[in-house]
């Protein structure tokens, strides 16, 4: 069965203070890995998508890298302003449909 | 609209009633999906559309559920004889196709209160 798993639920960090979220996959048949962050009472903003094993992406403060387990979403010098709940998802399958399997999130809060 | 729209963003039902959830999607969009977020669970499937083929309706957890697209633009997701498991918020994505290099847009979900 198809199963993605976030970890860890929660992080407290103080800004400035890195640290990287782990989305671990196991599926069959990866088509690709998407990161999305949710604010409280928001649906969920697209912030990447990772196709193959060794790719990385990054935007502002965050870097996202792919190996053929997990995904690691990198967060350097974090500020206040970067909390938020962050999903990953994957599409798997032979055919383009974008259905996507979320983990269940990491919620980050950034103390200043 | 500039985004994805959902209409209502809070519903309180009575148990057994019927009720109408609507997303009016990005124009443009011919990718729509619909997804359940329950308190502590990961969003969960329901429902895909594209364009004019057939829905992907594989993720319905039931007979109780049924979701059409008029027109290749709105979408209304129609939930029979609530039950309490029902509560959640329902969240509504459009995309040009597919989940892509861009993702889908989500829009800010309906908060489904079965009581």
């Known amino acids: 069965e198809d199963q993605v798993t976030q970890s860890p639920e929660a992080l407290r960090l103080q800004e400035g203070e890195s640290s990287s979220l782990n989305c671990s996959y196991t599926?069959?048949?990866?088509?690709?890995l998407f990161w999305y962050r949710q604010d409280p009472g928001k649906g969920p903003e697209f912030l990447f998508t990772?196709?193959?094993a060794g790719e990385e992406k990054e935007k502002e403060r965050l870097k996202a890298t792919l190996t053929k387990k997990e995904s690691f979403l990198h967060i350097t010098a974090p500020k206040p302003e970067d909390s938020a709940t962050y999903l990953c998802?994957?599409?798997?399958?032979?055919?383009?449909?974008?259905?996507?399997?979320f983990g269940q999130g990491t919620t980050l809060q950034v103390k200043p | 609209g500039a985004g994805v729209s959902q209409s209502p963003s809070n519903k309180v039902t009575e148990k057994g009633k019927d009720v109408e959830l609507r997303c009016d999607p990005i124009?443009?969009?011919?990718?729509l999906y619909w997804y359940r977020q329950s308190l502590g669970q990961g969003l969960e499937f329901l429902i895909y559309?594209?364009?004019?083929?057939?829905p992907d309706k594989s993720g319905l957890p039931s007979d109780r559920f049924s979701a059409e697209r008029t027109g290749g633009s709105v979408s209304t997701l129609t939930i029979q004889r609530t039950q309490q498991e029902d509560s959640a918020v329902y969240l509504c994505?459009?995309?040009?196709w597919g989940a892509g290099d861009y993702g889908y847009t989500f829009g800010s979900g309906t908060r489904l209160t079965v009581v």
């Open positions: 599926v069959s048949g990866l088509r690709g």
């Open positions: 998802a994957v599409e798997v399958g032979s055919s383009n449909t974008g259905k996507l399997i």
């Open positions: 990772l196709y193959s």
């Open positions: 994505a459009s995309s040009i």
């Open positions: 124009s443009g969009h011919t990718a």
């Open positions: 559309f594209q364009g004019n083929s057939a």
